[in-house]
Nanobody
Framework: QVRLVESGGESVQAGGSLRLSCAAS????????MGWFRQAPGKEREFVAA????????YYSDSVKGRFTISRDNAKNTVYLQMNSLKPEDTAVYYC??????????????????WGQGTQVTVSS
């Protein structure tokens, strides 16, 4: 099991930027894939971005591609989500997750075994 703690969520105006962090502990961080998901009120949790264990492959949802960047620092056991050009529709609770590249792929929640508690991002127009 991996313990995950997100930080960096806050309220910003549209067009602004935020960087979310997710600190991991409990397992060799460099061997696991990491993902970010989000859930807006009244909606299902949706995939945002993912990165494989080495950082050589990244994946994004169409809604954030070109605006968000996922990265990882294996020396610090931390994964980041840089969010630029934020829109009101990006408002959600953002969760990081740890897992492995399985049959479903890193875009599926089924590939993840551990989840953080979430951090709120609110974008006002």
């Amino acid at each position: 099991q991996v313990r995950l703690v997100e930080s960096g969520g806050e309220s910003v105006q549209a067009g602004g930027s935020l960087r979310l962090s997710c600190a991991a502990s409990g397992r060799t961080f460099s061997s696991i894939a990491m993902g970010w998901f989000r859930q807006a009120p009244g909606k299902e949790r949706e995939f945002v971005a993912a990165i494989n264990w080495s950082g050589s492959s990244t994946y994004y949802s169409d809604s954030v591609k070109g605006r968000f960047t996922i990265s990882r620092d294996n020396a610090k056991n931390t994964v980041y989500l840089q969010m630029n050009s934020l829109k009101p529709e990006d408002t959600a609770v953002y969760y990081c997750a740890a897992g492995f590249e399985r049959f479903w792929g890193l875009r599926s929640p089924s590939s993840y075994d551990s989840w953080g508690q979430g951090t709120q991002v609110t974008v006002s127009s």
